[in-house]
């Protein structure tokens, strides 16, 4: 089961081809801050850029009221650069 409410996904992929202005995007969602339960980190990568960028994720009620680019992030664990 993904702990991560699908919103979190959609939202974050949708910001990052917009901002990006690439459809070529995949995105990486982990918790930011156990203290803080709706703020999440997503790790980027996208076609037109030459590493992992990062962004802030704000969930109010279920819903994201927002997403702040944080510039170059680190890679998740695991995953390889996609392109």
Same mark, same amino acid.
């Given at each position: 089961?993904?702990?991560?409410?699908?919103?979190?996904?959609?939202?974050? #992929? !949708?910001?990052?081809?917009?901002? &990006? /202005?690439?459809?070529?995007?995949? +995105?990486?969602?982990?918790? $930011? @801050?156990?203290?803080?339960?709706?703020?999440? #980190? !997503?790790?980027?990568?996208?076609? &037109? /850029?030459?590493?992992?960028?990062? +962004?802030?994720?704000?969930? $109010? @009620?279920?819903?994201?009221?927002?997403?702040?680019?944080?510039?170059?992030?680190?890679?998740?664990?695991?995953?390889?650069?996609?392109?």
């Amino acid at each position: 089961m993904n702990p991560f409410p699908a919103i979190l996904h959609d939202s974050v #992929l !949708a910001w990052a081809t917009t901002y &990006n /202005q690439t459809n070529k995007v995949v +995105a990486v969602i982990l918790r $930011e @801050d156990d203290g803080e339960p709706e703020r999440y #980190l !997503a790790l980027i990568a996208a076609a &037109n /850029q030459s590493g992992w960028q990062a +962004a802030k994720v704000w969930l $109010e @009620d279920g819903d994201v009221v927002t997403i702040n680019d944080l510039g170059e992030g680190i890679p998740p664990d695991g995953v390889a650069w996609p392109w």
